[in-house]
């Protein structure tokens, strides 16, 4: 650190441990939103965190109904004549099964070399918390944020943030900010900041095929009458070439071209890329022709076949011709396509490819998000980015990520506001895994970071 | 009629409610061969058998081990001077699933409108009753038998009887006869009696496609690693040209070519056989170009594709990339093709269109059979053909049939007699479908016929 340390700065130390032990209370609470039976945990983690933004100062803070799990809601401002910054977040996590690979039970948080393990730690409670720590620092440092701080922390997003579209779209004026920074994100190690430039987006739908009202005898029927699983397999293999290109009719329209200096910045992930592939199980490789692995992952669209069913699947053999084949895909989609677009092409598709006179359903799955792209240069960034350099002593990676977070384009589409991801988790933290850490160090450094960032927005 | 009534026919005339009464307390045993939570079920219907074989007078009666489920065998001698029928048939029954679609639970037999339904009603346990009526009848009226009867019913036919070959080897003094009834058969119509020609042959196998060790996220991985869906999705398409022809190299090599006379045969079954798809509840057809649908379904060998599975194919969605995915499927063979031989063509086949790198492993499906033909002028066709054709007072029509029948090949090939198929399902009872049924009035004429046959064998 160059700079002289700030009061803030002094707070936020003093208070490293009790600040750790309020980590390891939010993190005993089993707020997994897609369990109906964890309910109550999920409105309970929204009433911890809400008690906890009051305790830090925030003047108007609200558990807000969203017909699901709630939305925590607050509010610092700071005078009509500073920015808005609404920062993002979720209080609630996934399922912790398998439950007997964890070395330690998921909500019992456990340090073992510098690493807090349990459920929620990396994904994103501590996380969150570094944004309200330091927005505490900065009230009892200097009476307040520099700007007008709206948060925004909601409980479904491990469940597809199914309510949340609606509820920005009604809560406009409220929500209504200059730029959003999204505390759900993270680190390449502990020294090597990153600066998300996109994300991409997803669409999916499952293709319910029919080829009679009933399955048949194949010795009575088999030579004259469709097999609805030969039917789908033969429309699933219709979704790519041979070169590894999505086949559907107008899928790269929208796509906006790699120029020479997102290659370039790709390619710095390349060597990385190589040894996540490699450690990954998978006995090969992949994917579009003309374009190396890490292009693939981050900055192209493609088509996965995530579910296929059709016919006898037990055990042993059951001579049947079925009537009926489904299928579940995703598209992970790159600017500037749009998921509406895409869904009506795969339906042209399936019209064009699925074998004559067999009927089917498309039934559009949940969790569309449309893919999102920030420009490296917005001036967010640039101050984001001055701050990592000054605090880790490196200059932050632009990277793309493969992965979706559909908030990211509602805001942008929605709000008309951009976002800068800015979270902590460290590379292999096992987000969605059994055994999921957080690097505790990175609770007061953290902190550290949007108490800067938040000072830099203001100028 | 143009006959005396016969005593017999008298006997099962008076007999006809209190028969149909056992035939529903038979149906009510749910005895699925190939599911293990009903192996006490299919024993119990052995059981079942070999009681109502005992009650109709058969003088030997034992229920033999086989490996699997047990055989059910009895002997009822006339003489040495008397030429040895087997009749053949089995008592286990195909899975109800999808339980969903049956009007009436599958193992609770209801009439409706002159047909009782159930599962195993068309296949086959009505028609094993007939034969133990017919010779209970003549058993009372004249004493028994006018030929010696091996009485022989298995409990694995829908599990492709995989223990039979070797119980036919090791018993062939005990099952040795002139020539074999297999009343696992049916008609083209209530007064249309039929005489098989030919059995199509089996042989089928289950792939399981392997392309990575765990299952991936679709964001970080699924654009440059294979997808076992996909995979196995292509590996699925190759197996048929667009003309429906399968599509496997020397699969048609040993197929004898039809002759004129073959060809005008099963163009007498076009119209039956039109009618046949039409009422089957497919859309649409399909199938090999070049030939009739009719020659399709009972001459031309076919490959149909009974199940596929892989990924998630839960509710909802999950964004994976699934490292695994599973194929099961059958051909159809016509004589001369080879079960083995055509085995190690699909392996071929599969060596060369998998994607490659990912890995594979191909397990043969249990009930392999060698195609069956018999001469339509044998003596036994000849004499059975008169009985059916002074009975119904129409002559039987010479056809071949699409389904295997595993037993005829073993019998042929291993006790050198051949099969005369003698039962009475009706078409589009849905042997292997929901909503299963027998024509109630065919319990009773079936009964008539074995008796009739049996007498004229006797000649």
Not at 199 to 225: F, M, N, R, W
Request: aromatic content about 8%.
């Amino acid at each position: 650190m160059s700079m002289p340390e700030q009061a803030w700065e002094a707070y936020l130390a003093a208070n490293e441990q009790a600040y750790l032990d309020e980590l390891i209370e939010f993190l005993r609470i089993p707020s997994i939103s897609t369990d109906p039976e964890h309910k109550d945990d999920v409105r309970a983690a929204a009433e911890w965190v809400a008690a906890r933004m009051k305790k830090a100062g925030i003047p108007e803070v609200e558990i807000v109904e969203s017909g699901g799990h709630p939305n925590v809601i607050g509010r610092w401002n700071a005078g009509a004549d500073k920015p808005t910054v609404l920062i993002y977040g979720h209080y609630d996590v996934q399922p912790a099964v398998p439950l007997e690979l964890w070395e330690t039970p998921p909500f019992e948080p456990t340090i073992r070399e510098g690493r807090l393990y349990a459920r929620g730690s990396s994904d994103m409670k501590a996380n969150l918390l570094t944004t309200l720590h330091a927005v505490e620092a900065l009230g009892i440092t200097e009476g307040g944020p520099p700007v007008n701080v709206i948060f925004f922390f909601e409980g479904e997003e491990e469940i597809g943030s199914a309510n949340l579209p609606a509820f920005v779209a009604a809560n406009q004026e409220r929500l209504r900010c200059d730029v959003v920074l999204s505390a759900d994100s993270g680190m390449d190690g502990p020294n090597s900041p990153v600066l998300v430039t996109a994300l991409k987006g997803v669409v999916g739908c499952q293709i319910d095929v029919k080829s009679g009202d009933t399955d048949l005898h194949s010795g009575g029927y088999g030579a004259s009458v469709p097999n609805a699983n030969q039917v789908l397999a033969q429309l699933a293999a219709s979704f790519h070439t041979a070169g590894g290109q999505v086949a559907i009719e107008g899928f790269y329209d929208e796509v906006v071209p790699l120029t020479e200096r997102d290659r370039a910045d790709i390619a710095i992930g390349d060597a990385a890329l190589d040894a996540f592939i490699d450690g990954s199980g998978a006995y090969t490789t992949w994917g579009e022709a003309g374009y190396t692995k890490t292009e693939r992952v981050f900055a192209r669209p493609t088509l996965d076949l995530n579910g296929v069913w059709g016919g006898f699947t037990g055990q042993g053999e059951k001579t049947v011709t079925p009537c009926e084949a489904h299928l579940k895909l995703t598209c992970r989609l790159v600017p500037d396509q749009d998921p509406d677009r895409i869904l009506d092409l795969i339906r042209a598709h399936v019209e064009k490819h699925l074998y004559p006179g067999v009927t089917y359903t498309l039934t559009p799955l949940n969790g569309a998000a449309y893919p999102f792209a920030i420009d490296r240069d917005h001036p967010a960034m640039v101050k984001t980015g001055a701050v990592l350099t000054e605090i880790y002593g490196a200059e932050p990676m632009f990277v793309r990520v493969g992965a979706s977070v559909p908030v990211t384009g509602i805001f942008q589409r929605t709000l008309a506001a951009d976002t800068v991801e800015l979270g902590f988790s460290q590379p292999g933290s096992g987000a969605h895994a059994p055994n999921e850490w957080w690097r505790v160090a990175d609770l007061a450094l953290g902190s550290r970071v949007y108490c800067a960032v938040l000072k830099a927005l203001a100028l």
